[in-house]
């Protein structure tokens, strides 16, 4: 018996990397994989069927059903055609995890529209998509389901050189928190992950390209906890955001301190207060 028997999960961007082995452990769990990849190259240009096309071939021969899908998630239409190949495949689908991405990293002031509009339409337009169809899909069954979004360091903690993708990534953190409270009312989870794992889009970054990285950062590292999350063990849970790389896994969480309310004078503050409550050891600052 698997964690995921009779459970039909699809992955988007599955055909290399962080992906590819969700589709494999979750297929060692008794998973049925739709196999979505565009096939193209890390900045999203060109496309092709063989990536997605060996991924499910390893997924058969694991013993569990696998289909491909070639879809395009940067548009309506592409999110509803993945979820068309799922359900003429199995009827059904319990398990969306929107892992497709492209890189297009500048600084800043060189970041051209030609730059930015590829890489948001990937991550934020991408993840809504697909996630559209298929939650009304798992909300209209009545019977829930899991949704599991990619954000990323970069757009929860910041990174340098990658204000289109941290734009992109804070956003999907945005969308699946408010999702994971509509979902609760049809028993739909949602659950936000910020993974670190050497692929191909990591592997020439900052600190990514150590031949001593291989092993420590390896993305099949990130499976186990997806597996947990589209599984039943999770069933009380939603809404969380969690980092998982190089064998650690961590909860993050949006915090605001308590802070300091200004009693007098109707709760105006003066700029000069301000700035007093802020210096360090400050009313303000000494909460934190």
Not at 42 to 55: H, K, N
Not at 63 to 84: R, T
Not at 96 to 115: Q, Y
Not at 254 to 266: A, L, N
Request: overall charge negative; aromatic content about 6%; proline content about 3%.
């Amino acid at each position: 018996m698997g964690l995921l028997d009779g459970k039909v999960v699809v992955i988007t961007g599955a055909g290399g990397g962080i992906g590819r082995e969700y589709a494999l452990a979750m297929a060692k769990e008794g998973a049925a994989i739709v196999v979505n990849d565009l096939g193209g190259a890390r900045d999203g240009t060109g496309g092709g069927s063989a990536m997605a096309d060996l991924v499910v071939d390893e997924v058969k021969g694991l013993g569990a059903e696998g289909v491909a899908n070639y879809d395009n998630v940067a548009s309506v239409e592409g999110g509803e055609g993945i979820l068309k190949t799922a359900l003429q495949a199995f009827g059904r689908v319990d398990c969306v995890i929107n892992n497709a991405g492209i890189l297009r990293d500048k600084s800043f002031s060189n970041t051209t529209e030609e730059l930015w509009d590829p890489v948001i339409a990937v991550h934020l337009k991408g993840t809504y998509c697909v996630t559209r169809p298929i939650f009304n899909h798992m909300k209209e069954s009545g019977s829930g389901g899991v949704v599991i979004n990619t954000s990323s360091t970069s757009g929860l903690n910041g990174n340098f050189g990658q204000c289109n993708y941290g734009a992109a990534k804070a956003g999907i953190a945005g969308f699946t928190r408010c999702l994971a409270i509509e979902g609760k009312k049809y028993g739909i989870r949602c659950f936000i992950l910020a993974p670190a794992a050497l692929t191909r889009l990591t592997e020439d970054l900052p600190g990514f390209n150590a031949e001593a990285m291989k092993e420590k950062m390896a993305p099949e590292l990130i499976s186990p906890l997806l597996t947990f999350l589209a599984s039943d063990l999770s069933k009380d849970m939603t809404g969380n955001t969690f980092f998982c790389g190089g064998g650690r896994i961590a909860e993050m969480k949006v915090v605001t301190t308590p802070g300091i309310t200004k009693h007098e004078e109707g709760g105006m503050w003066t700029p000069e207060e301000v700035a007093e409550a802020m210096k360090p050891g400050g009313i303000l600052m000494s909460e934190n």
